[in-house]
């Protein structure tokens, strides 16, 4: 019931900065629990940061701690990543998720989202 729109990848520098949009089309997201996740070619897929949909806490990975900053706009129904001092090994496919029914202990787990964004490429140079 809900699609979700990702928006603003790219290719930067070491040291730059990039915000993703996703836009949720079809529910608010007043009711979503909203999350961020990459994924390298290779590797696992890991979480990057997300918010709660009652309150909006914020929850974050150890590597994007203090560089990443997650947050909505309800008026614009977007949820957005914001992305400072990106890395060479920030370079990674971002997907954009969304879930109605999770739980603090389920924040970080991609498996307990519903929706998922097609993703979208972000890829930092030395």
């Known amino acids: 019931q809900v699609q979700l729109v990702e928006s603003g990848g790219g290719l930067v520098q070491a040291g730059g900065s990039l915000r993703l949009s996703c836009a949720a089309i079809?529910?608010?997201?007043?009711?979503?629990?909203m999350g961020w996740f990459r994924q390298a070619p290779g590797k696992e897929r890991e979480f990057v940061a997300a918010?709660?949909?009652?309150?909006?806490?914020?929850f974050y990975g150890d590597f994007a701690e203090g560089r990443f900053t997650i947050s909505r706009d309800f008026a614009k129904n977007t949820a957005y990543l914001q992305m400072n001092s990106l890395r060479p090994e920030d370079t990674a496919v971002y997907s954009c998720?969304?879930?109605?029914?999770?739980?603090?202990?389920?924040?970080?787990?991609?498996?307990?989202?519903?929706?998922w964004g097609q993703g979208t490429q972000v890829t930092v140079s030395s």
């Open positions: 918010i709660k949909r009652n309150g909006g806490a914020t």
């Open positions: 079809g529910r608010t997201i007043r009711n979503l629990s």
């Open positions: 998720a969304a879930g109605s029914g999770l739980i603090t202990s389920t924040m970080r787990n991609g498996a307990a989202y519903e929706y």
